[in-house]
C-alpha cells in the first residue's frame, strides 16, 4: 500500500511540472495547464484524504478551486 501512495505522489508531482510548464509556455495550448492541475489536486486530494494529512488534504482541495476558477476563465468565459 505504501508503495502506491508513493506512486500516486509522483504522479501528481510530475503532473504538476506539467501544468506549470504549459501554463508558463504562453502558447496556444497553455490553458490546459489549469485541466492538469485539476487532475493532480483531485488525485492527491483523495490520497491525503485517506490517510488524513489534512494540511496538505486542505491545501490541494484549496488549490483544485483555484484551477477550477482558471477553467472558468479560460474555457467558459472567453
Keep these: 500500500m505504501i508503495k502506491s501512495q508513493e506512486n500516486i505522489k509522483w504522479v501528481g508531482t510530475i503532473l504538476f511540472f ?3 510548464l ?3 509556455s504562453n502558447f496556444e495550448y497553455s490553458r490546459y495547464g ?3 492541475f485539476a ?3 483531485v488525485l492527491l486530494s483523495l490520497l491525503f484524504f485517506k ?3 489534512k494540511p496538505m488534504f486542505i491545501q490541494n482541495f484549496v488549490f483544485l478551486f483555484v484551477d ?3 477553467i472558468y476563465n ?4 472567453s
Design 18 to 20: 506539467i501544468a506549470a
Design 22 to 24: 504549459l501554463l508558463s
Design 34 to 36: 489549469f485541466v492538469v
Design 39 to 41: 487532475i493532480a489536486h
Design 51 to 53: 490517510l488524513k494529512d
Design 68 to 70: 477550477l476558477y482558471g
Design 74 to 77: 479560460y474555457f467558459i468565459v
